[in-house]
């Protein structure tokens, strides 16, 4: 069975700090894999896909990138992480299109808090 | 631009109820959507989703209905139990890649 895992779990990183958050996916191969984020009491944010190896799409205009070195692996990072990057980000992965059965699964997700 | 958002932020009923969590999208072009169930502290799992060509679709105790006419879509729970309060989403997916959420309602449970 396919198993997604990302981490660190939870991270307290001062303004202006490196971030780097790493996620994997075992049991499959070729996956697209995704970066959310979601903010205390809030919707997902889409940040970030990849549909293979060094393929990245950003969504949206922000302090983060994302690479994906390796087939079933993503990162998400930055050089400088402000206040406002708080949150809980969460990668995910799925198979195929999205059709009945090949939905987006999600890890447990990273708690960042930027102090 | 694509929004989907929905009706009550915060649902709260009594165990043995059913409960009706509701979404609206805006989208016209999505054909895919999925219902997730967030818990505190973890990620969202997938709970049922539910294709355009159809308008109705039941799981284990769920049941998804899609009304495409008005760009709406529920989520209803059969006899609610405690363990199902969490934070319930709705997404689409407006293309064959990428899912688009609400802002999720907080469904409450009561013994």
């Known amino acids: 069975s396919q198993t997604i895992h990302q981490w660190p779990a939870t991270l307290v990183q001062p303004v202006g700090s490196p971030l780097s958050l790493e996620c994997t996916v075992e049991g499959t191969s070729n996956p697209n894999l995704y970066w959310y984020r979601q903010a205390a009491g809030r919707g997902l944010q889409l940040l970030f896909y990849s549909v293979g190896i060094g393929q990245i799409s950003s969504e949206v205009p922000q302090n983060l990138s994302a690479s994906r070195p390796q087939d079933r692996q993503f990162i998400l990072s930055s050089k400088k992480l402000l206040l406002s990057d708080s949150g809980f980000y969460l990668c995910a992965w799925k198979k195929g299109t999205l059709l009945s059965g090949n939905t987006i699964y999600f890890g447990e997700g990273s708690w960042l808090t930027v102090v | 631009g694509e929004n989907v958002g929905l009706h009550l932020p915060t649902l709260s009923v009594q165990e043995g109820d059913n409960s009706i969590i509701n979404c609206a999208y805006s989208?016209?072009?999505?054909?895919?959507f999925i219902w997730y169930k967030q818990e505190s502290g973890k990620g969202p799992q997938f709970i049922i989703d539910i294709r355009s060509n159809m308008d109705k679709r039941q799981g284990q105790r769920v049941t998804v209905l899609l009304n495409k006419t008005v760009k709406h879509l529920s989520l209803q729970i059969a006899a609610t139990q405690p363990g199902d309060s969490a934070v319930y989403f709705c997404a689409e997916a407006p293309g064959f890649q990428k899912l688009v959420f609400g802002t999720g309602t907080r469904l409450l449970v009561s013994p």
């Open positions: 989208n016209s072009a999505s054909d895919y």
